[in-house]
Every structure is written in C-alpha cells, then in structure tokens.
C-alpha cells in the first residue's frame, strides 16, 4: 500500500488518493481477524480465572419460593453460588433505563426495579436466578443443575396486545396494567381536523416481529478485582465501555469510576445487543471480588436467545389521510411496544424518540400524531436493535404508501414523488429537521437500477411459469448521528451524546488517534485512518487507532445509531484542526517565517512563495525536541484532543427496491432482484459503506421474510436456538444492486450522514409491498416464511385458481 | 457434555461385546446428531463405542442388481462416489443434500439410518428403494427397520455393516427444507422399481418416515405427476411445528412427490 499523501488541507472532503477520502481501502483489521490474531474477550486469559454460569428461569412468570444451593456450593470445583441476596448484601442497585419518559398525564415511566440476580420472582424465561462460579465450565454447570429453586408458577402473557388486558397477570406492581408509559406525539387536534377534511383514508395493522440480534460473537464478560487497590477491571463485549463503565459505577455502584476500568477489545458484531449493561457484568465483577480470582462468563449461542435483549415487537395500528389529489393531509399511529419483562438500558427511547420522529418519511405532512403504549410482558427484554425504532417506523409508512397507491389506483412511485419533501430546511411535525436531501435523485436512479418498467414483462414471464412476482419499494428516511446534546437532554436521555477524540502525533511522525466510538465490525480502524492520512497527507499504515479502553480514551460515547461516522469522526477533525495549528507554529519557528505565512498542503508546511518547507515528520519532531522554540514561546509536543457535539442529526434516506417471485404450490419467495440507492452524504470509504449496506440489507430480509422469536402461550421461547430460529443465508439473497446520491450533510465537517442501519431500516418494507404485490392482499404478516405465504394464498383460494 | 467412557473398538465383535457389557451403551459413527446432543446434555451414555477404526464397514459395491454401501460410508463418499452416481444417482443427489459440508464428511449412512430421526433423508430412500439393512446379526428389509421416532428394531449390541439398495429404473428425491434447521420438512423418495413403484416420505410422519400406498398404486399405472393429481395424504398422523402444520404437511407431500416423479422422468 504506497501514499502520495496528496489530500489536500482544511477542507478534508477533496481530493481521492490511494488511502484518502472516498478510496476504497482495505480494511486494516482485516488481516488479523482473518489470520485468527483477533483479540476477543474469550480469548482473554488472566492468570488464576475461573468461571461463570447463570441458572436461569425455566418459567416465563413464577414466585420464588426458595434457593437452596447448600448442595452445589460444597461440589467439585465451585468457589461460590451468588444469588440475589448475597448481590443485594453487596448493595449493588439495579440496571437502569437511562432514558426517561413521560406519560401524556405527565407521570413517570413506571419502571420497575431489576436485580442482576431476581430475589423474589422470575419473570421471563432465562432470567438469572443464582450464578456458580467453578474451575472449569462443566463443574460450574454441573453445580448450577444441582441447585434447588421451588417455584410458584404464575400465569404469563407474551403478546403485547394482550399484556394491557384485564385477565393479563400483573408483572410488576408498578405498573399497572403493565403498562410502562402512555406516549404522544403529535397534534391530534390537528390531525383529527386533517382526517374530517380527507377524500379517503388508508387504514392498516401491522405487527413488526420480535428479532434476536444474534451477533456472531457471543456476549462475554472477564472481571478482575485488584484487593490491593480495591480497583476492578472488566473485559468485555461492550459497544460502548465508558457508559458501561458509567453506569456500573455511578448506578449499579460497583466501584468508582476512577477505580474501574472497562476493556472492550475486539468485538464480533453487536448491532445494538452490545449497547447494554446486562446482569452478566454486574455478577462477574461481583463475583470476582467475592472469590479474588478473576471470573470469566462467555454466553453460548443458545443461552444468547435468552441473554441478549431482543428487537422490535410492535403492534400498529396506522392511518393515513389523503385529498382528492393524492397527497397526504395526516397521518395517525397507535402502537403498543413490547419491552420484555424489565427496561433494558435503552428501551424507553426506542419506540418514542427513535420511533415517532421519524414517521413524517420523507414527505411532506401536515398533521401527525402518534401514540405509544409501552407494556411489560414475560419475555426477554427489548431494546435497540440495528436500526432501533427507525425500522419500525418506515415499515409503518412505506407500508401506507404502497398500500394508499394500490387503493387509490396510482403508481407508488409516483404517489410518493407528488408527496415528498422538496425544500430543505424541513420541519416535519414531529420534532425533526430535516436539513437535506434529494429524494426523488434517489428514486429515479433506483428505478432505473431496477428496471422498474421492465417490470411488466417479467412479470407475465413468472406468471407463464406458474410463478407470482411483485414489486415494492421503500422510500426510507432515518435520524442518525445521535445526537445534540441538549436536544436529546430534553427528551428524556440521561446522557449526553456527543464523541470525543484525542490526536497524539509521535516524534517520528507516527500518529496514534484515541475515539470514544468503538469498532466492532464497522472497520474504523480504516476509515479514521483514512481521514487522518488524507488531512495530514501522512501514509496510512503509520496511524492507529485506539479505542474501547476507558484507561487509554478518557470519555466517549460509543457506537451505535450510525453514529461514529457523523459525530465520531468529526471530533477527530476537530482534533485534527487543532494539530494543524499547533504543528504550524513549530513549523513557523523551524523556517522561521511567521506563522500567517505558513501554508500546509500535500503533507509539508511551506512558506508561501519560497521553496522553503518541512515535512509533517520533521515538523513532529520539532515540537518534542524543542530545540527551535522556547519553552516561553511554545509549549512542546504535539498532541491534542476535542469533543464534538451535533448540532443536528443527519438524515440518511434513500429507495430500495425490491422484486420478488413466489412459488405458490409451496408458498417459497424468492427475491429476484434487490436494488438499493442511498444518499449517505460525502463517503469515506465506498467499499465499507457498501458491505454495511449489503449487511443491513440482509437482516431486513431476513426480518421480513425469516427471522421471528416466538413464544407460546406459557411463555416458553419456541424459537431458542438455530434450529427454529431462521437466519439470513448467502442462499436467500440475490445480487444486491447498491448505488448511492450524495447530498453531503451540512451540519458536520465531513458532510457525511452515516450508513451502519439503512439496510436494515429500508429492507423490510420493500420485501412485504413486493410480496403483497405478488399475492395480490395486503394482508400478509411478517416473517412471511413459506408456511405463511401458503396460508395467504389458501385464505384467499388463490391456490384453485392458479391450478 | 456428562463425563463418559470411551472405547475404540478395533473389530465388529469387540464393539459389538462392549455395547452388550455395558447397559447404557452407545455406539458412535460420525457423531453428528450424537455429540450435539450430549454437549446440550439431552443424552448422556455412560459409554461410547467408536467404531471409526472398525474394519470392514466401509467400502461402495455396485452389482449388476444392487448398490452395497457399507455402514460407515460418510455422506460426502456417497455424494461423489462413481458407483452410486452410476447406480442410483437420485441417491448420490440425496446424500450431497444433507446437512453441511462438516455433518456431510462425518455423518454416516449406517448412523443416520440407526438413528431414524424423523427428519433424516436416508430413511426414505431405503424405504423407497426397497433396502435391505445388514447387521451383525441379520438382514432386515427397510419395510421392517424403523419403529417410530428414533426408534429402529435394531437391538442395543447390534450394529449395521453395510446397506443394499436393489437398483431402481427411476428414482428422485425431492426435499422442502426447514427454513431454519434446513432438514426436511417434507422430502419424498420415489423409486420406479422392476415390479413396483415405491413413495416414501420423510420430515413429515409423526412417528418417522412413511409410505404413501395411494400415491403407489397411482404410479404403478402411470409414472407421471398427472397419476397424483387430486390425490392427497391425510393431515392426521402428520408432524405440525411452527415451521410446517400438518395441513401444510400433507399439501407438500403431494407437491414433492408430483416433483419427484417429474424428475425421475428425467
């Protein structure tokens, strides 16, 4: 890999090199993760460590009525049985939902308290009931199955529509009704004014299914207590160390935060399971104090059905309004959101400020109002899952969208081009700005991709083969970069959000680049170093980019939200700015020219209109041995760090599309065709954006036609494990077509928006217009498996005709 | 995984004289549907039986009437093997269906057979194909093998050696996988034999692979997809899950089987 380094300064968006801005690097962590060098926490071992292993539920709702561990406790092996007493002895407090919400009667969300380690009732299946700590994995299991918990088994509910019931057992006692808040936004004045004035109203009930994240490496936590120091250490596999580190210490009350350190080495994916502080943790670092051994846990791939928070699990019901001539007058919603047995670090925010927000699309609407009703059920918990809200959202828009212009006899394209939001800044009713975009760039270019006039004739070409083909589309928008601090402080975050980042230049040159975001799998190893290689003019291999150790970052926010692009790397432009203008300085005084005369380009320092110059090498050097300045008139080194606060979220959108051919004597779908335009803003690095649009992509057809966690009415997960649980595989996906638009983001330096969940956001919708447009009903329930689509077409006797 | 005792058996009589001595025994072939089942702790014999250094189960023989494939042939040797290719292909087709690439380079005819997991290929092709299973202390006919859900009339020291399947003039399987596990939800093995035509299914029965008599007799005056139109197989008996209810069941039986024999034709 060779650099001319020939990025030009200040503007960090011009100029294509070999490693620069808008090159298609190879990812540099590539080479280890593919050689199996990859540091993951399993891969950790401290010296003495011992092991971890949860007793969990196996009911979904009953009374404890006694632990007795006596037995397991004197097995070979074990050092200890923790159960919820010893943690409440330890006056370790609850996990915490940070985000808090208000009911539309102005109450507090009605959370309930969640031990890492229930005390006095289970109430989903999987949750920790006592934890063993052993030598090895098999004594530790081996003792979790000798301890004796006599249960009073209660009645459950698992379905959200039915959790608000009144034969619905009561979960926690605050919150009646299970019910957690009851949410608005919007004005439903207005909107019930827009729907009296309507030529027609589209009504649909959509339910968007339950997901397990199922991120290929599976969670895992290694806790080390220092007696000397009375100082913790915690590896693990955290999407964001320093809120976990926050939250451990300044809730949960491990330790102090100066006395607790948090290591998120490598990690194996997360998409959004990994944002949590789950109980795991908090028992290891407990754990380890209790027997002064280092203790290790690493979930395994069935127990992460039950240990991982879940995705999604709305039920919606949504209605549009529209004038006589197609365009949109109101758009009602009322969705009830399953948030498992407790709230998740998270989860009060994701079906609200990550939700409702984002239900004005990409078009212009008057009138909107949503309301939420958040509920408790006996089910793993729900929290952000890629995409977080924002999927949900779209799947409830684009779904009214297609099924408006089959209604209303017009083109979905069409209806959604006469509607769209043509000027920008845009206000929508519903908190955001929209600060730009282009949205029908984006749709004219995918259905030409797509060849979407073509349609026709492939059609009656499946047709003559027996086969059912439709079309959809997806015109999704999305909020990332979360987010404004006082935006978001405002709403209810108990955080703020912004990102932090530290540029350390070494004498020789090198450049080290601490980030508050975190990588696990979105390749920032790469694309930061890209960024700084094309505004340093420096080669690429002599940066690195360190991340995910709270001793070696100070503070950071973490990944998540399609956020490290957008707001992690505009604090290193920051930073960035910050070396420049310190390195011209030593600059000034190595050439001994004034500092105003001093231009950087192509990696030199030069003095205007001479031929005098230094290079960014000779200029670090400079500022650590300091021999051309005094200590009066310069501080040595070179070394500096910022914080970067949003001013505004990004909005990525674009339109996918997608075309699908259903096989009806089996109910099998097959996509066809799979086109994906997205205006992501200015790129870094088109061939990463492209894998996570790839990635994204196929966990939104993995939803819309596969994935789904079911529970059975006694609570029982049916789908715990690989074997019922239907994953996404290379077989279910065709090419994927994937292009982009660029209106580059004006309110960060970098103009860029952001690209880690569009897929994931824009997929599902498309899938189901195309299915429903194949089946010809629109009454067709994700995940629409091959079980489900042959009971569609038995419904609607489409089967007979078509023989 | 429970502790347990392993032995490696060198010869047929020392594994059979183990699994006899010992009364909760397994013998132990490629281990695929075994080992995963002892690592989640559902089975747990006190002693495994490997018989993987056992002489004389392996080898692919193809007669002039039959295809004999010892008991231990792995999946993958099926799939490629010139023998089975050339002498009942729809039987090599079968065997490159199953599983992945690991479970199909470890797994084995004679454990997938002994086994009888109600979703297992191989069952409906030694009931299709007439097979007879050998043992290290009879012949039995395939019609007479399989007792229920992963149950065979096998005897606890009693191990399969090898497999005849008399050659048909025509067969196919076709399979509708499990969207999840990617086992058979249905599958169905025709076989148009010298004097008869044979249906059978598996993924579907609720106690194990099957025959279809009506499906049989339809075929025996006509092999061609149009005998089966209008025919169906009853939903009662059949395997309901959230993957596949049993009318759904009973409505790819007819679909798979109309696909088969459309295959068979060529």
């Not at chain 1, 070999?18 to 010296?47: L, M, Q, S």
């Not at chain 1, 078009?363 to 408790?376: G, K, L, S």
């Not at chain 1, 928008?477 to 404004?484: K, R």
Request: one cysteine or more.
């Amino acid at each position: 890999m060779s650099t001319s380094g020939a990025g030009t300064s200040g503007t960090g968006t011009s100029g294509t090199t070999a490693t620069g801005i808008g090159a298609p690097v190879r990812r540099k962590e590539d080479f280890r993760f593919v050689t199996g060098n990859g540091r993951y926490t399993a891969d950790i071992d401290r010296p003495g460590q011992v092991c971890l292993h949860f007793l969990r539920s196996t009911h979904a709702h009953a009374r404890i009525v006694r632990i007795q561990a006596g037995h397991a406790s004197r097995m070979p092996g074990v050092l200890a049985v923790i159960t919820g007493q010893d943690l409440a002895a330890d006056k370790l407090g609850p996990l915490v939902c940070g985000w808090m919400i208000h009911s539309t009667d102005g109450s507090p969300m009605k959370m309930a308290p969640h031990p890492a380690l229930t005390v006095d009732a289970v109430r989903y299946v999987g949750e920790p009931v006592a934890a063993v700590i052993a030598q090895t994995p098999e004594q530790a299991r081996d003792a979790a199955e000798a301890i004796i918990v006599d249960y009073e088994e209660l009645p459950a509910v698992v379905d959200p529509a039915a959790a608000q019931g009144p034969d619905a057992p009561l979960i926690h006692a605050v919150a009646p009704n299970n019910t957690i808040f009851h949410w608005q936004l919007g004005d439903a004045a207005a909107v019930a004014d827009a729907f009296a004035r309507a030529a027609s109203v589209t009504s649909i009930d959509l339910v968007n299914n339950r997901l397990v994240p199922n991120a290929i490496e599976p969670r895992g936590a290694l806790a080390e207590w220092d007696p000397g120091s009375d100082s913790y250490t915690l590896w693990n596999t955290s999407q964001n160390p320093h809120v976990a580190r926050l939250v451990l210490s300044a809730f949960v009350g491990v330790a102090p935060e100066h006395r607790l350190r948090v290591v998120a080495p490598d990690v194996g994916g997360g998409f959004g399971s990994k944002i949590f502080i789950y109980a795991e943790e908090v028992v290891a670092l407990a754990a380890a104090k209790r027997v002064r051994r280092p203790v290790r846990w690493i979930c395994d791939r069935s127990e992460a059905f039950v240990a991982d928070a879940h995705g999604r699990d709305h039920v919606t019901h949504a209605q549009m309004a529209f004038d006589r001539d197609g365009r949109i007058l109101g758009l009602r919603v009322k969705t009830i959101a399953n948030l498992g047995a407790y709230m998740s670090t998270f989860s009060s925010s994701i079906p609200t400020y990550l939700y409702a927000t984002l239900l004005s699309g990409q078009y212009a609407i008057p009138a909107i109002h949503c309301a939420v009703d958040a509920v408790y059920t006996n089910t793993v918990p729900v929290d952000a899952y890629r995409g977080a809200g924002r999927p949900e959202a779209t799947y409830v828009i684009e779904r009214l969208m297609e099924v408006s212009a089959r209604r209303l006899g017009v083109d979905p394209a069409e209806l959604r081009r006469k509607n769209f939001v043509q000027t920008f800044p845009h206000q929508t009713p519903v908190i955001m700005s929209y600060d730009c975009g282009d949205y029908a760039a984006s749709l004219d270019k995918a259905l030409a991709l797509a060849d979407y006039q073509g349609f026709g004739a492939r059609r009656r070409e499946s047709e003559a083969r027996g086969r059912l083909r439709g079309i959809g589309l997806s015109a999704y928008i999305e909020a990332c970069g979360i987010a404004p601090s006082q935006a978001v402080g405002s709403l209810g975050a108990g955080v703020g959000l912004w990102e932090s980042a530290e540029v350390r230049v070494n004498p020789t040159g090198t450049v080290e680049v601490l980030t508050g975001s975190h990588s696990h799998g979105q390749g920032h190893e790469t694309t930061f170093a890209q960024l700084v290689s094309d505004r340093l003019g420096i080669p690429i291999d002599t940066i690195s980019v360190v991340h995910g150790d709270t001793d070696k970052v100070q503070f950071g926010m973490g990944t998540y939200g399609s956020r490290s692009g957008a707001v992690g790397m505009s604090a290193i432009v920051k930073a960035l700015d910050k070396v420049e203008a310190k390195a011209r300085k030593v600059a000034a005084h190595m050439l001994e020219a004034s500092e105003a005369d001093i231009v950087f380009e192509n990696g030199a320092f030069k003095v205007a209109g001479t031929d005098r110059a230094a290079t960014f090498g000779e200029v670090a050097l400079n500022a650590y041995i300091a021999h051309k300045f005094s200590g009066a008139e310069l501080e040595p080194g070179l070394k500096e760090g910022a914080f970067y606060d949003p001013v505004n979220f990004t909005f990525p959108a674009g339109c996918h599309v997608c075309e699908v051919e259903i096989d009806p004597e089996t109910g099998r779908v097959a996509i066809e065709r799979f086109t994906a335009v997205d205006d992501f803003g200015n790129i870094i690095n088109p061939m990463i954006v492209e894998g996570q649009v790839h990635g994204g992509i196929a966990q939104g057809i993995g939803q819309a036609l596969m994935e789904q966690a079911v529970y059975d009415d006694s609570g029982q997960l049916v789908t715990g494990s690989y074997n019922d649980y239907v994953m996404p595989r290379a077989v279910d996906l065709p090419p994927l077509v994937v292009d982009t638009t660029v209106t580059p983001c004006p309110g960060n330096p970098l103009g860029i928006k952001g690209c880690g969940e569009a897929g994931a956001i824009a997929a599902p919708a498309a899938v189901m217009n195309a299915v429903t447009d194949a089946l010809g009903t629109e009454e067709v329930p994700m995940p629409a498996n091959p079980l489900t689509v042959w009971r569609v077409l038995q419904k609607a006797g489409r089967l007979q005709a078509a023989e | 995984m429970y502790d347990f005792t392993y032995h490696r058996a060198s010869g047929l009589r020392q594994a059979t004289n183990l699994l006899a001595k010992h009364e909760d025994a397994k013998p132990i072939a490629g281990g695929q549907s075994l080992l995963p089942m002892m690592k989640f702790r559902l089975a747990s014999p006190s002693n495994l039986v490997d018989l993987n250094a056992v002489e004389g189960l392996n080898g692919i023989e193809l007669t002039s009437r039959a295809l004999v494939i010892g008991a231990m042939a792995r999946h993958a040797e099926v799939h490629v093997s010139p023998q089975v290719q050339q002498g009942i292909p729809a039987l090599a087709a079968l065997a490159g269906m199953i599983g992945d690439p690991a479970v199909r380079h470890r797994g084995t005819l004679g454990g997938s057979l002994a086994n009888n997991d109600p979703t297992a290929d191989y069952p409906a092709a030694a009931l299709a194909l007439g097979a007879t299973i050998v043992t290290t202390k009879r012949k039995i006919p395939a019609d007479e093998f399989f007792a229920g859900l992963f149950e065979t009339v096998l005897e606890p020291d009693e191990l399969i050696t090898k497999v005849s399947f008399p050659l048909p003039k025509k067969a196919a399987y076709q399979k509708f996988r499990n969207p999840a596990s990617r086992y058979a939800i249905v599958g169905v093995f025709v076989a148009k034999r010298p004097a008869e035509v044979r249906v059978a299914v598996t993924g579907a029965g609720a106690s194990g692979a099957f025959r279809v008599p009506a499906f049989e007799e339809a075929l025996q005056k006509r092999f061609h997809p149009k005998s089966l139109e209008g025919l169906s197989v009853p939903a009662e008996g059949l395997a309901s899950d959230i993957h596949a209810s049993a009318e759904y069941r009973a409505h790819l039986i007819g679909v798979m089987a109309r696909r088969a024999v459309a295959a068979a034709n060529g």
